[in-house]
Antibody, heavy 121, light 109 residues
Framework: QVQLVESGGGVVQPGRSLRLSCAASGFTFSSSTMHWVRQAPGKGLEWVAV????????YYPDSVKGRFTISRDNSKNTLYLQVNSLRPEDTAVYYC??????????????WGQGTLVTVSS | SYVLTQPPSVSEAPGKTARITCGGN??????VHWYQQKPGQAPVLVIY???DRPSGIPERFSGSNSGNTATLTISRVEAGDEADYYCQVWDTSSDHHVVFGGGTKLTVL
């Protein structure tokens, strides 16, 4: 069955960096478009990055562009999110999510359980 | 950038029909997807491409999309349906951005 397991979250000081990972299993990772979505405490969902199946294209919202970098290692079935210059407003649960291979639009059929990032001094 | 507007809360009694709206400019020209999220859990896809249901989602969940409003309808509401619901589209006009609505808290009375 499809599994997405995030790791790498924790408490980090403002201005520091963190790398989040998402280990995928149960499907052909190298054929799948993957995303990161975050949720601040008590708030709604916010999409933060997408990477196409082969890593050829990546897109970000303006709120994180230039600070966040999405990447993948298809040989390890792992998705990454490098988050730099962290701000208190980046405090959130970060989910990785998959878009169906056959979809012609971006939506999410599987989600991980999330990893919590807390930015605080 | 594209904006999706949802009511913050909807309440309905068990056995009745709950409708959650998602407003957006000409949203009827886009594909809308809906997610259910219970406290402490990851979101779950309940409707995709406006009205399709993933396997395992009860037939009580349905969706429609026309004009400036998409609607998630939950028939015969049960206590277990109490959750936050989010609509989502892919906005190709703004560099392939994914957009979520602000979410609607469904309370089962």
């Amino acid at each position: 069955q499809v599994q997405l397991v995030e790791s790498g979250g924790g408490v980090v000081q403002p201005g520091r960096s963190l790398r989040l990972s998402c280990a995928a299993s149960g499907f052909t990772f190298s054929s799948s478009t993957m995303h990161w979505v975050r949720q601040a405490p008590g708030k709604g969902l916010e999409w933060v990055a997408v990477i196409l199946f082969d890593g050829s294209n990546k897109y970000y919202p303006d709120s994180v562009k230039g600070r966040f970098t999405i990447s993948r290692d298809n040989s390890k079935n792992t998705l990454y999110l490098q988050v730099n210059s962290l701000r208190p407003e980046d405090t959130a649960v970060y989910y990785c999510a998959r878009s169906p291979i056959e979809a012609d639009v971006f939506y999410f059929d599987y989600w991980g359980q999330g990893t919590l990032v807390t930015v605080s001094s | 950038s594209y904006v999706l507007t949802q009511p913050p809360s909807v309440s309905e009694a068990p056995g009745k029909t709950a409708r959650i709206t998602c407003g957006g400019n000409n949203i009827g020209t886009k594909s809308v997807h809906w997610y259910q999220q219970k406290p402490g859990q990851a979101p779950v896809l309940v409707i995709y491409y406006d009205s399709d249901r993933p396997s395992g989602i009860p037939e009580r969940f349905s969706g429609s999309n026309s004009g400036n409003t998409a609607t998630l309808t939950i028939s015969r509401v049960e206590a277990g349906d109490e959750a936050d619901y989010y609509c989502q589209v892919w906005d190709t006009s703004s560099d392939h951005h994914v957009v979520f609505g602000g979410g609607t808290k469904l309370t089962v009375l």
